[in-house]
């Protein structure tokens, strides 16, 4: 049946002004928190106080399983609310709140809202308004959509929360596996405690340190102290013009792809630009590159594991390729210390503005042979399993979009029994 948007749901918008930020207290959402695969993304949030929940906001409060989408400046972003949310709307978000579950699953009318069949009406229907994009949430319930029996909705809906739920535990592996990487890594090159000759933890056990004057610190005998400057080359990435005409398709890492990770990049989200080759060939990604952020996040380190001759590299990126190609792990993570800070003392350099001679003076510690290979067996281990995860995630992305107008439409029928 054919039902208008507001007899099933009841739609509110957030406020129209921000208020004051406070340290801790109910989460205050903002667009940025629902990201570009139509998730809940509380990793940075603000925070309003106790008063302010309670008072102007309060009418704005969502709930569980409501949708929040975006109706102002970024367009077609939606997310589910989960259980034990506290918080409240800001500015350019909306609610859909199911009014009568036994008509509508709030999940299946979530999915609907990411289906291409509805963001194609978003976009038909969106309009320039004093400086942004919009769509008139007025207008909200007048839409009109059209919903199968509930029992399909039902199927439907746990076959698509099964694909989502997969990913979400792929992405919390991920990040488990992250935080492994970084602890090993903490704890071989911070405190010094890899393993020595006879596999035992190297300071922890008495092996010898000696204070080095550079840096100011005491590092294992033997490691030797040089810039980045002497280990690395460093380069610029490519500006362009985004109408020009070229001989040859690239795919290209930008800031947003830096900061849309955390340690290796996802090449399902990479922009496609046509370029002459002649331009774009020295720009193209190699097999030990590592990626710097000059801006967004300055310094924001970053991995592409899927090398292929055809990824290049924005003028706001910065690639450290290491003369030795042992080293890249371990100056992935030497590099990582610098991320998010905007004045870092590192050897004696102060990271102000990411540049390629701030990072040349750069003075690192550099262990023996022997540690870079024993490290890089184990990091070796976290990094492939990251990407195998990273590649799970876009075929049960892909998977989803797939069947996502198919089964809206009724092409494709499912049993409540399927799942993933």
């Given at each position: 049946m054919i039902y208008r948007l507001g007899e099933i749901c009841d739609i509110f918008d957030g406020p129209h002004?921000?208020?004051p930020e406070t340290d801790s207290g109910p989460i205050f959402l903002g667009i940025k928190?629902?990201?570009e695969n139509c998730e809940l993304d509380i990793s940075e949030v603000k925070y309003i106080?106790?008063?302010n929940y309670q008072t102007w906001t309060r009418r704005v409060c969502p709930q569980e399983d409501d949708i929040v989408f975006s109706y102002e400046a970024t367009l077609n972003r939606y997310a589910l609310i989960p259980y034990g949310f506290y918080g409240c709307l800001g500015r350019r978000l909306g609610i859909a709140r199911v009014k009568n579950t036994s008509i509508v699953n709030p999940h299946f009318l979530y999915?609907?809202?990411?289906?291409?069949t509805w963001k194609s009406f978003i976009e038909a229907n969106k309009v320039?308004?004093?400086?942004?994009?919009?769509?008139?949430?007025?207008e909200f319930p007048d839409y009109t959509i059209e919903l199968p029996s509930i029992q399909r909705q039902n199927s439907i809906a746990n076959l698509l929360d099964n694909i989502v739920e997969k990913k979400k535990n792929n992405d919390t592996i991920c990040s488990n596996l992250e935080a492994m990487a970084k602890l090993l890594y903490d704890y071989w090159f911070v405190q010094f405690d890899f393993p020595d000759e006879n596999g035992k933890p190297y300071k922890s056990s008495g092996g010898k340190m000696v204070w080095n004057e550079e840096l100011k610190r005491e590092i294992p005998e033997g490691w030797e102290v040089k810039n980045l400057g002497n280990l690395c080359s460093f380069m610029n990435g490519i500006n362009y013009n985004k109408d020009e005409i070229g001989d040859k398709?690239?795919?290209?890492v930008n800031v947003r792809n830096i900061t849309a990770s955390t340690l290796v990049l996802d090449d399902s989200d990479f922009d496609e630009i046509t370029l002459r080759s002649v331009q774009a060939e020295r720009y193209i990604v190699k097999e030990n590159d590592i990626l710097i952020?000059?801006?967004?996040v300055p310094g924001a380190t970053r991995l592409l594991l899927n090398i292929d001759n055809k990824t290049i590299f924005c003028g706001f990126i910065i690639r450290c390729e290491p003369n030795d190609s042992s080293l890249r792990f371990y100056l992935t993570y030497l590099l990582k210390q610098l991320e998010g800070t905007s004045a870092t003392q590192t050897g004696g350099s102060i990271l102000q503005n990411v540049s390629q001679d701030t990072l040349s003076r750069v003075s690192v510690i550099v262990p023996p042979s022997r540690i870079i290979e024993l490290y890089n067996k184990w990091i070796s281990e976290y990094l492939n399993m990251i990407q195998n995860y990273i590649t799970e995630n876009k075929e049960l992305v892909s998977l989803r979009d797939f069947l996502l107008p198919m089964l809206m439409n009724g092409q494709v029928r499912l049993s409540d029994r399927l799942s993933i």
């Open positions: 002004a921000t208020p928190n629902i990201n106080s106790e008063s999915h609907y809202f990411c289906s291409s320039v308004g004093s400086t942004v994009l919009r769509v008139s949430i007025e398709t690239y795919r290209i952020a000059r801006s967004g």
